[in-house]
Antibody, heavy 128, light 110 residues
Framework: EVQLVESGGGLVQPGGSLRLSCAAS????????LSWVRQAPGKGLEWVAN????????YYVASVKGRFTISRDNAKNSLYLQMNSLRAEDTAVYYC?????????????????????WGQGTLVTVSS | QSALTQPPSASGSPGQSVTISCTGT?????????VSWYQQHPGTAPKLMIY???KRPSGVPDRFSGSKSGNTASLTVSGLQAEDEADYYC??????????FGGGTKLTVL
């Protein structure tokens, strides 16, 4: 069974830092693109960042570029999000999400536009 | 303000059909056939319902269907059931490795 379990959320002051973790199990972690997606209280979803299977490529939404860093440790089946210079507008539930991957006839490719599994989320509150 | 525009609410009676729209621009919905829809029940994580505009992942009932015309994508839920009551979000690739979501539509089964 695929499982994604986020941790590390909490209350932090504006300008502070926080590191989120996502522990994965039930699948070959190193074969998948992964993302962080957030949802502000009562609001819609917002894609934050994603990372390629080997960590060689990372992409960010404009609002977090230069402040957030996504990384992974394939040996530990873990995904991370280092968040610096936090702002009130970063307050949200942060989800770890796995990108869809298709395999046919021994060939596999990642559909990095879609997410097939999500964690339960961890709440980050930025407030003084 | 969300990148993609969805109506905040939609409703229908059991057995009826309801369609939810998702309007973007030629830079996202209109420019790529990479539109998806997610269902989210309160307090739970989103679930992928539609991808590539109209394809259903394994396990998603065929009551759920997707389409696109120009800059607007649509999700249609036919034969509404009580368990379909949830929030629905559209998403689209927006180029340059960027994904955008809609603001969400709360579907109520009357």
């Amino acid at each position: 069974e695929v499982q994604l379990v986020e941790s590390g959320g909490g209350l932090v002051q504006p300008g502070g830092s926080l590191r989120l973790s996502c522990a994965a199990s039930g699948f070959t972690f190193s074969s998948y693109w992964l993302s962080w997606v957030r949802q502000a209280p009562g609001k819609g979803l917002e894609w934050v960042a994603n990372i390629k299977q080997d960590g060689s490529e990372t992409y960010y939404v404009a609002s977090v570029k230069g402040r957030f860093t996504i990384s992974r440790d394939n040996a530990k089946n873990s995904l991370y999000l280092q968040m610096n210079s936090l702002r009130a507008e970063d307050t949200a539930v942060y989800y770890c999400a796995r990108h869809l991957r298709f395999c046919s006839g021994g060939n596999c490719y990642s559909a990095i536009y879609y997410f097939d599994y999500w964690g339960q989320g961890t709440l980050v509150t930025v407030s003084s | 303000q969300s990148a993609l525009t969805q109506p905040p609410s939609a409703s229908g009676s059991p057995g009826q059909s309801v369609t939810i729209s998702c309007t973007g621009t030629s830079s996202d919905v209109g420019g790529y056939n990479y539109v998806s829809w997610y269902q989210q029940h309160p307090g739970t994580a989103p679930k992928l319902m539609i991808y590539d505009v109209s394809k259903r992942p394994s396990g998603v009932p065929d009551r759920f269907s997707g389409s696109k015309s120009g800059n607007t994508a649509s999700l249609t839920v036919s034969g509404l059931q009580a368990e379909d009551e949830a929030d629905y979000y559209c998403s689209s690739y927006a180029g340059s490795n960027n994904l955008v979501f809609g603001g969400g539509t709360k579907l109520t089964v009357l």
